[in-house]
């Protein structure tokens, strides 16, 4: 049990990893093309963006499929990387983009950091001005008190 609850948190870790590290030097690098559908505006509820969520997900289902016959740690990092993108879908398609009207702005202090410093981001639609590449894993200073 406590094997599977690592591995799954591990996943999760790792994805929040790789995805920082993809965001800052392949999606803001030699994929922008894709990803600059992002910072635009859009009047679609869909964007070629997405394609990237696409990839995550398919490695996710192969790692679970390939590790769910002996149950092993292939399955368990699938699942931490879907929950990872589940935690994506919620807290930056929903909350942040509001692509689902289903939340208000977050009040609680975690998530206004996390609001923050994906606002932070988008206050730029070139390739090379933006900061703050990670959904979990962003600098300190937009976890501070501030009024809105």
Known sequence: MLEA???????????ELAGWFIH????????????????????????LNDLFSLGFGTVAVVLIFLGMESMDYRFWIGMG???????????HDVLVHRRLKWFDRPKNA?????FRA????HR??????AVSFGLF???KEFF????Q
């Open 24 to 47: 800052k030097y392949i999606m803001h690098g030699p994929l922008w093309m894709i990803h600059k559908t992002h910072h635009q505006p859009s009047k679609s509820f869909f964007e």
């Open 110 to 114: 975690f998530l206004k950091g996390i």
């Open 137 to 139: 894993i962003v600098p």
């Open 124 to 129: 730029t639609n070139k390739k090379d001005d």
């Open 5 to 15: 609850i690592g591995f799954t948190f591990l996943g999760f870790l790792l994805m």
């Open 81 to 91: 990387i879907s929950l990872y993108g589940i935690s994506y879908f919620f807290l």
């Open 118 to 121: 994906h606002q932070a981001h």
């Open 144 to 147: 501070k008190n501030k009024k």
